[in-house]
């Protein structure tokens, strides 16, 4: 059947990405999820530690921070309530970038704090096959 071999071939594909999740730089508060989106967090988070001690942080309102780098002419605007950066990494993927692991790894900002419409996109979990399949 060629739904069970395509469920068969997902969940082989991604279902390695539970045991990566196991890693050391692992953040408590990261979901379980597939591996590609496990690996682009990874190096925003090592990109997050990079910038950890050039950062210049400032809280301009409730859930809204300008960082600045170094490096950078100007600063990037980390807005939670409706969640979003004005960074490349932000614009081009949506997903959580640098800038806002900077902002959980300092204890500015929690990934519970977040909306749980955006916690709980798809995107964000693991599809491990436990679900029902409704007959599939």
Request: net charge positive.
């Amino acid at each position: 059947n060629y739904l069970t071999e395509r469920k068969d071939a997902y969940l082989k594909a991604n279902t390695p990405a539970a045991a990566l999740n196991r890693v050391s730089c692992q953040p408590k508060y990261m979901p379980t999820m597939s591996s590609s989106l496990f690996n682009h967090w990874v190096i925003e988070i090592k990109r997050s530690r990079a910038i950890r001690e050039d950062a210049t942080i400032e809280k301009m309102g409730d859930g809204v921070f300008s960082i600045k780098g170094k490096r950078k002419k100007g600063p990037h605007y980390v807005f939670f309530g409706l969640p979003r950066c004005s960074c490349r990494s932000w614009r081009k993927t949506g997903y959580p970038c640098r800038h806002m692991f900077l902002l959980f790894e300092k204890e500015m900002f929690k990934w519970g704090d977040l909306p749980e419409s955006y916690r709980s996109i798809p995107y964000f979990s693991l599809d491990t096959g436990k679900h029902n399949n409704h007959g599939l």
